[in-house]
């Protein structure tokens, strides 16, 4: 095919427009995997344009290695998937704050951190000092308090240290067990680094974080209306 304005236009033409055309609205994609299919997708127009129309081994050769690289990347989270297993608490944190993360990302989210026990009187946080790690109250309670005084509480399914753990800022409260309580606990220089390489990752752990303060928000209020905190 001649390099003109009538072969550009032409309805041979269109097959390799048709491939970028593809290629664009994969970078729109805020899903990982449906930006790897469409990214197939226009490869594999391209390899068509490129055997059929053009004929030049340069493109079908580079194309077809960039589908056989995605249709690979494709495999092995599709293998990771299958793969995680939860335990019930892992469960009820993935459907309760990561339900837009798949089953592959959450595990490699859960494994990075770590479950433990705390005693009645464990410090989640503390008022002023930086946050070190983010907190998931899976079972339990605890107390929050600024300046000695009980300001509000956190139950199970409530993060802890979400508001200072990503921007590395001191706690505004501090944070105390009322009893046994069962966590789930990540390094917050760790997660930091997770989120600036997982631009899907920072989006759902975002959102997960707003939902979890404005929930707080509401059981506060609600507890000063009751008459259970100081107003």
Same mark, same amino acid.
């Given at each position: 095919?001649?390099?003109?304005?009538? $072969?550009? /236009?032409?309805?041979? =033409?269109? @097959?390799?427009?048709?491939?970028?055309? %593809?290629?664009?609205? #994969?970078? *729109?994609?805020?899903?990982?995997?449906?930006?790897?299919?469409?990214?197939?997708?226009?490869?594999?127009?391209?390899?068509?344009?490129?055997?059929?129309?053009?004929?030049?081994?340069?493109?079908?050769?580079?194309?077809?290695?960039?589908?056989?690289?995605?249709?690979?990347?494709?495999?092995?989270?599709?293998?990771?998937?299958?793969?995680?297993?939860?335990?019930?608490?892992?469960?009820?944190?993935?459907?309760?704050?990561?339900?837009?993360?798949?089953?592959?990302?959450?595990?490699?989210?859960?494994?990075?951190?770590?479950? $433990?026990? /705390?005693?009645?009187? =464990?410090? @989640?946080?503390?008022?002023?000092?930086? %946050?070190?790690?983010? #907190?998931? *109250?899976?079972?339990?309670?605890?107390?929050?308090?600024?300046?000695?005084?009980?300001?509000?509480?956190?139950?199970?399914?409530?993060?802890?240290?979400?508001?200072?753990?990503?921007?590395?800022?001191?706690?505004?409260?501090?944070?105390?067990?009322?009893?046994?309580?069962?966590?789930?606990?990540?390094?917050?220089?760790?997660?930091?680094?997770?989120?600036?390489?997982?631009?899907?990752?920072?989006?759902?752990?975002?959102?997960?974080?707003?939902?979890?303060?404005?929930?707080?928000?509401?059981?506060?209020?609600?507890?000063?209306?009751?008459?259970?905190?100081?107003?």
């Amino acid at each position: 095919m001649e390099l003109t304005l009538a $072969s550009a /236009l032409s309805t041979e =033409g269109l @097959l390799g427009h048709l491939a970028y055309v %593809v290629l664009v609205a #994969s970078m *729109l994609m805020r899903s990982l995997t449906w930006l790897r299919i469409l990214v197939i997708v226009s490869a594999l127009l391209a390899i068509s344009y490129g055997w059929f129309i053009i004929r030049d081994p340069v493109t079908v050769i580079w194309e077809t290695m960039l589908v056989l690289v995605n249709v690979i990347q494709l495999a092995i989270t599709h293998w990771r998937n299958i793969r995680a297993r939860f335990s019930d608490d892992e469960m009820g944190l993935l459907s309760r704050h990561f339900p837009g993360l798949t089953r592959g990302e959450a595990r490699g989210l859960f494994d990075a951190g770590e479950w $433990s026990d /705390l005693a009645a009187g =464990g410090i @989640l946080a503390t008022e002023g000092a930086a %946050v070190d790690h983010l #907190s998931y *109250l899976a079972h339990g309670s605890a107390s929050v308090e600024v300046g000695g005084v009980r300001v509000s509480l956190c139950g199970e399914g409530d993060f802890i240290g979400e508001m200072t753990a990503l921007t590395g800022l001191p706690a505004t409260a501090t944070v105390r067990a009322d009893g046994a309580c069962r966590v789930w606990r990540i390094e917050a220089g760790r997660l930091r680094e997770i989120v600036r390489r997982r631009d899907a990752l920072e989006r759902e752990v975002d959102a997960a974080f707003a939902r979890n303060y404005r929930e707080k928000l509401l059981q506060m209020n609600a507890l000063v209306a009751a008459g259970r905190v100081p107003s």
